[in-house]
Protein backbone atom coordinates (compact mmCIF):
# COMPACT_ATOMS: atom_id res chain seq x y z
CA UNK A 1 0.00 0.00 0.00
CA UNK A 2 1.18 3.62 -0.59
CA UNK A 3 -0.51 6.86 0.55
CA UNK A 4 0.31 10.17 -1.17
CA UNK A 5 -0.29 13.74 0.04
CA UNK A 6 0.10 16.53 -2.32
CA UNK A 7 1.03 20.14 -1.13
CA UNK A 8 2.19 23.52 -2.09
CA UNK A 9 -0.66 24.42 -4.42
CA UNK A 10 -1.93 28.22 -4.51
CA UNK A 11 -3.13 31.20 -6.37
CA UNK A 12 -0.31 32.78 -8.56
CA UNK A 13 0.08 35.31 -11.23
CA UNK A 14 1.09 34.27 -15.02
CA UNK A 15 4.81 34.12 -15.24
CA UNK A 16 5.73 33.10 -11.77
CA UNK A 17 6.31 29.48 -9.88
CA UNK A 18 5.00 27.63 -7.46
CA UNK A 19 6.74 23.59 -6.57
CA UNK A 20 4.36 21.00 -5.32
CA UNK A 21 5.17 18.16 -3.03
CA UNK A 22 4.11 14.54 -3.08
CA UNK A 23 5.33 12.86 0.02
CA UNK A 24 4.90 9.24 0.60
CA UNK A 25 4.14 6.64 2.87
CA UNK A 26 5.20 2.86 1.73
CA UNK A 27 7.97 1.36 2.08
CA UNK A 28 8.10 0.39 -1.90
CA UNK A 29 8.10 3.81 -3.07
CA UNK A 30 11.35 3.63 -4.11
CA UNK A 31 10.47 1.23 -6.45
CA UNK A 32 7.68 2.43 -8.16
CA UNK A 33 7.18 5.44 -11.18
CA UNK A 34 5.41 8.88 -9.84
CA UNK A 35 3.49 10.80 -11.95
CA UNK A 36 1.65 14.08 -11.51
CA UNK A 37 -1.37 14.64 -13.40
CA UNK A 38 -3.85 17.23 -13.77
CA UNK A 39 -7.43 18.07 -14.41
CA UNK A 40 -9.26 20.99 -15.15
CA UNK A 41 -12.90 21.59 -14.93
CA UNK A 42 -14.80 19.74 -17.60
CA UNK A 43 -11.75 18.08 -19.15
CA UNK A 44 -10.28 14.55 -18.46
CA UNK A 45 -7.47 13.87 -15.95
CA UNK A 46 -3.97 14.50 -18.01
CA UNK A 47 -0.66 13.52 -17.94
CA UNK A 48 2.14 16.26 -17.25
CA UNK A 49 5.14 14.55 -15.65
CA UNK A 50 6.70 11.24 -14.59
CA UNK A 51 9.78 9.84 -12.46
CA UNK A 52 11.11 6.81 -12.60
CA UNK A 53 11.93 4.83 -8.51
CA UNK A 54 15.86 5.67 -9.43
CA UNK A 55 15.60 9.33 -10.57
CA UNK A 56 17.40 8.84 -13.96
CA UNK A 57 14.82 9.40 -16.30
CA UNK A 58 11.86 11.52 -16.51
CA UNK A 59 9.30 11.92 -18.84
CA UNK A 60 7.06 15.40 -19.06
CA UNK A 61 4.05 16.35 -21.66
CA UNK A 62 4.79 18.55 -24.93
CA UNK A 63 2.66 21.45 -22.71
CA UNK A 64 4.94 21.52 -19.94
CA UNK A 65 8.40 20.86 -21.28
CA UNK A 66 11.07 22.99 -20.39
CA UNK A 67 9.11 24.82 -17.76
CA UNK A 68 8.42 22.31 -15.45
CA UNK A 69 10.83 19.43 -13.40
CA UNK A 70 10.01 16.83 -11.59
CA UNK A 71 12.40 15.26 -9.18
CA UNK A 72 12.35 12.83 -6.32
CA UNK A 73 14.09 12.44 -2.71
CA UNK A 74 13.67 8.52 -1.86
CA UNK A 75 15.39 9.16 1.05
CA UNK A 76 12.41 11.14 2.05
CA UNK A 77 10.04 9.44 0.34
CA UNK A 78 8.97 12.59 -1.78
CA UNK A 79 8.82 13.71 -5.40
CA UNK A 80 8.53 17.38 -6.04
CA UNK A 81 7.14 19.29 -9.43
CA UNK A 82 8.75 22.61 -9.84
CA UNK A 83 6.52 24.79 -11.92
CA UNK A 84 7.73 27.92 -13.65
CA UNK A 85 6.62 30.06 -16.21
CA UNK A 86 2.87 29.15 -15.12
CA UNK A 87 0.40 30.26 -17.89
CA UNK A 88 -3.27 30.25 -17.20
CA UNK A 89 -4.09 27.30 -18.97
CA UNK A 90 -2.22 25.42 -16.24
CA UNK A 91 -5.02 25.95 -13.70
CA UNK A 92 -5.96 22.38 -12.48
CA UNK A 93 -5.88 20.43 -9.58
CA UNK A 94 -2.82 18.50 -9.64
CA UNK A 95 -2.78 14.94 -7.89
CA UNK A 96 0.39 12.70 -7.25
CA UNK A 97 -0.35 8.74 -8.60
CA UNK A 98 2.23 5.71 -7.82
CA UNK A 99 2.20 3.15 -10.66
CA UNK A 100 2.80 -0.55 -9.50
CA UNK A 101 6.26 -1.78 -9.49
CA UNK A 102 8.73 -1.68 -12.01
CA UNK A 103 5.95 -0.44 -14.15
CA UNK A 104 7.04 3.04 -16.26
CA UNK A 105 3.82 4.52 -17.90
CA UNK A 106 2.24 7.56 -18.90
CA UNK A 107 -0.87 5.91 -18.69
CA UNK A 108 -3.66 7.27 -16.13
CA UNK A 109 -5.09 3.74 -15.84
CA UNK A 110 -1.76 2.22 -15.20
CA UNK A 111 -1.09 4.39 -11.55
CA UNK A 112 -3.01 2.65 -8.38
CA UNK A 113 -2.58 4.64 -5.93
CA UNK A 114 -3.28 8.81 -5.95
CA UNK A 115 -3.06 11.28 -3.54
CA UNK A 116 -6.30 13.63 -2.91
CA UNK A 117 -5.37 16.54 -5.11
CA UNK A 118 -3.93 20.40 -5.00
CA UNK A 119 -5.36 23.54 -6.72
CA UNK A 120 -2.95 25.48 -8.81
CA UNK A 121 -4.57 28.44 -9.84
CA UNK A 122 -2.89 30.48 -12.47
CA UNK A 123 -4.29 34.27 -13.06
CA UNK A 124 -3.76 36.42 -15.86
Known amino acids: QVQLVESGGGLVQAGGSLRLSCAASGRTFSTRTIGWFRQAPGKEREFVAAIIWSGDTTYYADSVKGRFAISRDNAKNTVYLQMNSLKPEDTAVYYC?????????????????WGQGTQVTVSS
Open 97 to 113: AASSPGVVTRDVSRYNY
